[in-house]
């Protein structure tokens, strides 16, 4: 029976692609008080300067490109039941191929009505406040900002429970619930840690593979190990 892999991937999996990480030196909260721009009371206080926030980083994402990370993840599909569950916002994990996403923090490419979060719309444009739906409803970005519910969580927990293997790449591990999801995996399944300046793992795995390299590198490493891994189980 096909093996399942879980992804818990980060900011440091665009890295690659041009889109800088939060947290690094040149990250993108700095020169930015996040909870002007990432936040329900930030939005209340100036909607402009959030719009513009994130139509700039929407304009970014349609210029660049998945990067050789995101496809070897995508390619590992055709040896595992793959769901890839992503803090990002990007759609890069999609681009490469991957077919099951979760985005935990929301999606840059959707709005959606301020009324009611279950009508959101595709949206690769800037958002402007004079923007309405069908409904003549208001618009914001589909983003889960700081202080807002994971609506996403709850079902992510499911697929990690599940999972023989989980690669967790290029996140932090600072902000929760994300972070405690690699709590979930089973004790005997196989977990990888890739990422340059890897965070500090407190929950113990009988199985737990730590790779200081970046995201492209480090599945370049890990790939053939995995496969013939996922054969032998
Ligand atoms: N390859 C892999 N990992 C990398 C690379 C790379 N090329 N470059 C940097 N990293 C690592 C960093 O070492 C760091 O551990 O990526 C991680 C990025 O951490 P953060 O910037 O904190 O991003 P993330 O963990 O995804 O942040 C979580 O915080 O601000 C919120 O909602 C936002 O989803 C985001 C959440």
């Known amino acids: 029976m096909e093996k399942k892999l879980v992804v818990l991937s980060g900011a440091g999996m665009s890295a690659e692609s041009g889109i800088n990480t939060f947290r690094d030196a040149d990250g993108i909260w700095e020169g930015h008080d996040v909870m002007e721009v990432a936040s329900p009371e930030g939005w209340n206080k ?8 994130y139509n700039q980083r929407r304009k970014q994402l349609l210029e660049v490109s998945p990067n050789e990370g995101h496809h070897i993840l995508a390619d ?11 803090q990002n916002v990007d759609d890069l994990h999609e681009r490469a191929g991957s077919q099951n996403v ?5 999606e840059l490419l959707k709005v959606r009505s301020v009324r009611d979060a279950k009508l959101t719309l595709d949206w690769t444009t800037d ?15 589909d983003i889960v900002w700081f202080g807002e519910a994971v609506p996403e969580f709850e079902r992510a927990i499911d ?12 996140t932090s591990l600072q902000v929760y619930p994300a972070a405690s999801l690699m709590d979930y ?15 500090p793992i407190a929950h ?3 199985h737990l593979k730590i790779i200081p390299e970046k995201a492209s590198r480090g599945l370049k490493m890990i790939k053939e190990e995995i496969i013939s891994w996922g054969q032998t189980l």
Do not use: C, W
């Open 46 to 53: 100036n909607k402009e300067l959030v719009l513009d926030f």
């Open 76 to 86: 590992l599909q055709n040896d595992f039941k793959m769901t890839v569950i992503t």
């Open 102 to 106: 979760i985005h935990l923090h929301g």
């Open 127 to 141: 958002l402007t406040s004079l923007d309405r739906n069908d409904q003549g409803d208001a618009l914001r970005p």
């Open 159 to 170: 697929f990690v429970k599940e999972a023989d293997f989980v690669i967790v790449i290029g």
């Open 185 to 199: 995996a089973p004790e005997e399944a196989v977990v990888y840690y890739i990422d340059p300046k890897p965070a």
């Open 204 to 206: 113990s795995y009988q």
